[in-house]
């Protein structure tokens, strides 16, 4: 055997052993990685499906609680909740709320994003410093009685109306997600398309926006999301006028049956029954989302 072989065998021996280490390392970190993920989707989805097992429950074996699935399905449950709680006329409350928000925050975001990224005006820093401002900043129940104020001197106090424009001045969020958007798109499409005879409206319209389908599909599927769980504004508004009421404030209305008796099933069928209409959001939102982040990855 030569001297090279010699050697040769030697280093392989020695470097055999810290392969073996990295791959144990390499192991291990997946190992511990899928435990955490397991663990997490084990703590989000567990409450969802006590929830959606309750609801198939009588009221005594929700209140209870020895069984985690129910000694008789219930479904009747469903129809009980539809009925008591007026759903048909709270859901078309609650779709018209959050579709309205959604497209006027879309309309408002886009256009205040397009105008700071492209555009140079005085105040530009302290606009973008004021949007910054609002999602660092939480007052919550402390600006009601400024906002419903507000509405009763527009008189859009007796309409949902209020507090669909209430919502769509809290863009702040979605406003920063579109500018991080538009800053990845290039100007040399403006300027190319400035030369073609396009006007600054024009590129926006034809140009821009179509390049942004999957970032506005997202932040309507997070506008929709939130707009559809408001509850504490859309119940200051409608206190005198149920018949205004969305799904957060009427699902309430099942607290409480025969002799004051809460009626937990009830209410548990009404929330399973709110969740459907985000899943259908979600479920065509969720090309524009996988999209987002397909590209996030890449870059």
Same mark, same amino acid.
């Given at each position: 055997m030569s001297t090279r072989d010699v050697s040769a065998q030697g280093d392989w021996k020695a470097s055999? @052993?810290? &392969? =073996?280490?990295?791959?144990?390392?390499?192991?291990?970190? $997946? +190992?511990? %990685? $899928?435990?955490f993920l397991i663990a997490a989707a084990v703590v989000t989805l567990f409450p969802v499906v006590v929830a959606i097992l309750g609801s198939f429950k009588t009221n005594m074996e929700v209140t209870v609680g020895a069984t985690l699935f129910p000694k008789q399905w219930l479904f009747s449950n469903y129809a009980e909740a539809w009925k008591k709680a007026n759903f048909a006329l709270f859901t078309w409350n609650s779709l018209f709320i959050s579709a309205a928000t959604t497209i006027g925050t879309l309309l408002v975001t886009t256009m205040a994003a397009y105008a700071v990224d492209r555009g140079n005006f005085p105040g530009k820093k302290a606009y973008v410093a004021l949007q910054?401002? +609002?999602?660092?900043?939480?007052?919550?129940? /402390? /600006? %009601?009685? !400024?906002? #419903?104020d507000l509405?009763? =001197?527009?008189?859009?106090?007796?309409?949902? $109306?209020?507090v669909i424009l209430i919502l769509i001045s809290a863009h702040a969020t979605a406003f920063f997600m579109l500018i991080g958007f538009f800053k990845g798109i290039p100007k040399d499409l403006d300027e190319a398309a400035y030369i073609d005879g396009c006007n600054y409206y024009t590129v926006y319209w034809?140009?821009?926006? !179509?390049?942004?389908? @999957?970032?506005?599909? /997202? +932040? =309507?599927? #997070? +506008?929709?999301r939130n707009a559809w769980n408001e509850y504490i504004l859309p119940f200051v508004f409608t206190m005198s006028? @149920? &018949?205004?009421q969305p799904l957060t404030v009427g699902l309430t209305n099942l607290k409480y049956g025969v002799g004051a008796a809460a009626e937990l099933q009830l209410m548990l069928a009404g929330a399973c029954i709110s969740i459907v209409p985000m899943l259908i959001v979600y479920m065509f939102a969720n090309k524009s989302f996988m999209q987002v982040t397909a590209g996030?990855? &890449?870059g």
């Amino acid at each position: 055997m030569s001297t090279r072989d010699v050697s040769a065998q030697g280093d392989w021996k020695a470097s055999n @052993p810290s &392969k =073996a280490k990295l791959r144990f390392v390499q192991y291990s970190s $997946w +190992t511990v %990685l $899928w435990i955490f993920l397991i663990a997490a989707a084990v703590v989000t989805l567990f409450p969802v499906v006590v929830a959606i097992l309750g609801s198939f429950k009588t009221n005594m074996e929700v209140t209870v609680g020895a069984t985690l699935f129910p000694k008789q399905w219930l479904f009747s449950n469903y129809a009980e909740a539809w009925k008591k709680a007026n759903f048909a006329l709270f859901t078309w409350n609650s779709l018209f709320i959050s579709a309205a928000t959604t497209i006027g925050t879309l309309l408002v975001t886009t256009m205040a994003a397009y105008a700071v990224d492209r555009g140079n005006f005085p105040g530009k820093k302290a606009y973008v410093a004021l949007q910054a401002s +609002t999602m660092f900043i939480s007052i919550g129940a /402390v /600006v %009601l009685r !400024p906002q #419903f104020d507000l509405m009763v =001197a527009l008189n859009l106090n007796q309409s949902l $109306w209020g507090v669909i424009l209430i919502l769509i001045s809290a863009h702040a969020t979605a406003f920063f997600m579109l500018i991080g958007f538009f800053k990845g798109i290039p100007k040399d499409l403006d300027e190319a398309a400035y030369i073609d005879g396009c006007n600054y409206y024009t590129v926006y319209w034809r140009i821009v926006l !179509p390049l942004l389908k @999957p970032a506005i599909g /997202v +932040t =309507a599927l #997070f +506008t929709f999301r939130n707009a559809w769980n408001e509850y504490i504004l859309p119940f200051v508004f409608t206190m005198s006028n @149920p &018949k205004l009421q969305p799904l957060t404030v009427g699902l309430t209305n099942l607290k409480y049956g025969v002799g004051a008796a809460a009626e937990l099933q009830l209410m548990l069928a009404g929330a399973c029954i709110s969740i459907v209409p985000m899943l259908i959001v979600y479920m065509f939102a969720n090309k524009s989302f996988m999209q987002v982040t397909a590209g996030s990855l &890449k870059g």
